[in-house]
């Protein structure tokens, strides 16, 4: 399984960002993709996740209500829109799959990630 970010950047408090992550390869035993992050001196954390070719989706609380996660089957991929964005939402963004009902990071499967930045 490949997993191929793109998407981030620059944004000022409030603003907007969509980023996705396209999924390729033997896909077939997949359940799960997510979203993870990366703060500088900061662990890496969960964001959101959803089934795979499925609806089923869970959050952070931090981002509930400001981030959606959703999946594109023909394109097999999976976005994360992120509003209202605040400073510490930045960080590098990784997408990350599993073969669980859940991805954690002692997932198989991730990104190299893309930068995310929300200026003050």
């Known amino acids: 399984v490949q997993l191929v970010e793109s998407g981030g950047g620059l944004v000022q408090t409030g603003g907007s960002l969509r980023i996705s992550c396209a999924v390729s390869g033997r896909t077939w035993g997949l359940k799960t993709v997510g979203w993870f992050r990366e703060a500088p001196g900061k662990e890496r954390e969960f964001v959101a996740a959803?089934?795979?070719?499925?609806?089923?989706?869970r959050y952070r609380d931090s981002v509930k209500g400001r981030f959606t996660i959703s999946s594109d089957n023909a394109k097999n991929s999976i976005d994360l829109q992120m509003d209202g964005l605040r400073p510490e939402d930045t960080g590098v963004y990784y997408c990350?799959?599993?073969?669980?009902?859940?991805?954690?990071?002692?997932?198989?499967?991730w990104g190299r990630g893309t930068q995310v930045s929300v200026s003050s």
């Open positions: 959803i089934r795979w070719r499925g609806d089923s989706t």
């Open positions: 990350a799959a599993d073969t669980a009902l859940m991805v954690t990071l002692r997932s198989g499967y």
